[in-house]
């Protein structure tokens, strides 16, 4: 039982670039999430799904793209990268409603 | 719009002592409160969930509480030791998203 994962652990990528973040569960969980962590400040929702088929925006959705074709995978898309989005990012999972949520290992990613 | 702040940004303590961290809402709508702790360049790790209806939950050496109506929670923190070295973050649960906190570091020295 891996939990949550997520790929890769760093990238470095040119403004304009686009790539996608990927993460796993085999938790089985519904609820799936996107964050990202600036410093000196907390999480901030990027998009979040409640099941395949079902995704919504969060707190900064902008220049950001997620899918959810399975329950086991939620990738994130930024579709041409700008300085500010250099952050880490963290994907979580929980069961639904208001469960406590499973954080992913994150990626550390640098837009130059 | 909900606002989550956590104080101190730092704390260092020596090793033995027991500890507060604070944590407040501007919101009293909310589902449940959750407190993580997240070690250098690792992911967050579930320490407690208070739902609405609670006023305290207890793991270990930690205790949360809850008081919705003034919007503040605390993570007592017992008897600390040097491996509960970490950033501490609350968030709470509204409207089924989590708004967080930036944190609190905390240090034990031997």
């Known amino acids: 039982n891996a939990g949550v994962t997520q790929t890769p652990k760093f990238q470095v990528l040119k403004t304009g670039q686009s790539m996608t973040l990927q993460c796993a569960q085999d938790m089985n969980h519904e609820y799936m999430s996107w964050y990202r962590q600036d410093p000196g400040m907390g999480l901030r929702l990027i998009h979040y799904s409640v099941g395949a088929g079902i995704t919504d925006q969060g707190e900064v959705p902008n220049g950001y793209n997620v899918s959810r074709s399975t329950t086991e995978d939620f990738p994130l898309r930024l579709l041409s990268a700008a300085p500010s989005q250099t952050s880490v990012y963290f994907c979580?999972?929980?069961?639904?409603?208001?469960?406590?949520?499973?954080f992913g290992p994150g990626t550390r990613l640098t837009v130059l | 719009k909900q606002e989550v702040t956590q104080i101190p940004a730092a704390l260092s303590v020596p090793e033995g002592e027991n500890l507060v961290l604070n944590c407040s809402f501007t919101d009293s709508a909310i589902y449940n409160l959750q407190w993580f702790r997240q070690d250098p360049g690792k992911g967050l790790t579930s320490l407690l969930l208070i739902q609405s209806s609670q006023r305290e939950q207890t793991s270990g050496r930690l205790n949360a509480s809850l008081d919705k109506s003034s919007g503040r929670s605390t993570l007592y923190i017992a008897a600390s030791q040097p491996g509960d070295s970490a950033t501490y973050l609350c968030a709470v649960d509204s409207n089924y998203q989590l708004i967080w906190g930036a944190g609190t570091k905390l240090i034990i020295k031997p």
């Open positions: 979580a999972t929980k069961v639904g409603g208001t469960d406590t949520q499973y």
